[in-house]
């Protein structure tokens, strides 16, 4: 790789550590050019490594770019990946909440990669639907496992303790919080 492209690269991850945040909405009733179309700029991609016990942002992933996805054939079977690594890739919104930006709503989507072999496992409506769940504000966690809720709950927290306190008591007790 090229020096230059290396540092485009690095540039790039420095910036996707950030969450989108309270942004404009070009759909806010004024029926003109926008309408209907959906509005990612309050939804951030976070990934937990339950193996690694640490979570990350990967803006790629709004696009199925992220490091973990690039270079991956992703197939609909689980069992065609049986030595790969297990990631959840959540979809957390920010917003305002009584006034005070918060973490307004939370979707897990379970994903396997194994880059050894390049193939991986991820259901793309899973994917959507957790997506739209967690725009629309509601909070879609049940299914991952306490390890990986307490990893996403501390990265929450760590990240921003204030969106953590002002955030809903549903997204705490889905995460276990004490």
């Known amino acids: 790789m090229k020096e230059e492209d290396r540092l485009k690269n690095e540039k ?20 003109g050019y ?13 990934f937990v490594d339950p193996e690694e016990n640490r979570a990350f942002v990967d803006m790629g992933a709004l696009h199925a770019r992220s490091e973990v996805e690039k270079r991956v054939k992703f197939l609909k079977e ?29 979707g897990a989507c379970e994903m396997i990669v194994d880059k050894s072999i390049r193939r991986g496992y991820k259901s793309m409506p899973e ?6 769940k967690s725009m629309k504000g509601r909070i879609a966690v049940e299914h991952m496992d306490d390890k990986s809720k307490q990893v996403l709950r501390d990265y929450l927290k760590d990240f921003n303790k204030d969106f953590w306190d002002n955030s809903t008591d549903e997204l705490k007790q889905n995460l276990n919080d004490e």
């Not at 420095?14 to 945040?21: A, C, Q, Y």
């Not at 926008?34 to 976070?46: E, Q, R, S």
């Open 127 to 132: 994917h959507v639907n957790n997506m739209d």
């Open 12 to 31: 790039i991850k420095k910036m996707s550590g950030n969450f989108n945040i309270l942004s404009n909405d070009s759909t806010d009733g004024h029926g």
């Open 78 to 106: 689980k069992e065609a990946v049986p030595n790969g690594k297990k990631y959840w890739l959540v979809w957390v919104t920010v917003e305002n909440r009584q006034g005070v930006p918060s973490y307004t709503g939370v």
């Open 34 to 46: 926008g309408v209907g179309t959906i509005n990612l700029n309050n939804v951030t991609p976070v």
